[in-house]
């Protein structure tokens, strides 16, 4: 069964630093353009981030300068580097993508759990 599974969440203080990953896990797993999406309570789900296979990247104006998009195709993984956080980007982030398992001829649409990132002092 094809899945993403986020990890790297967590507490930090203004002005610091985290690092998501995102694993995509399932038989004989392809990847293609793969996205980090966020929620803050009381707003709607925003594209954060996203890649292509060939390493390709955009940004939402409020993470370019910030944040870092990158993947690891040999360990089916996407990362999120957040650096100079601010209070703003309290949020649950979500990995979005298109995966294609073993013996399935289609790219499917699959969501993450979310992982909670709190930006506070």
């Known amino acids: 069964q094809v899945q993403l599974v986020e990890s790297g969440g967590g507490l930090v203080q203004p002005g610091g630093s985290l690092r998501l990953s995102c694993v995509a896990s399932?038989?004989?797993?392809?990847?293609?353009?793969m996205e980090w999406y966020r929620q803050a309570p009381g707003k709607q789900r925003e594209l954060v981030a996203g890649i292509t296979p060939a390493g390709n990247t955009e940004y939402a104006d409020s993470a370019k300068g910030r944040f870092t998009i990158s993947r690891d195709k040999a360990m089916n993984t996407v990362y999120l580097q957040m650096t100079r956080l601010t209070p703003e980007d309290t949020a649950v982030y979500y990995c979005?993508?298109?995966?294609?398992?073993?013996?399935?001829?289609?790219?499917?649409?699959?969501w993450g759990q979310g992982t909670q990132v709190t930006v506070s002092s």
């Open positions: 979005h993508g298109y995966l294609r398992g073993a013996g399935s001829p289609a790219w499917d649409d699959y």
């Open positions: 399932g038989s004989r797993l392809s990847m293609n353009d």
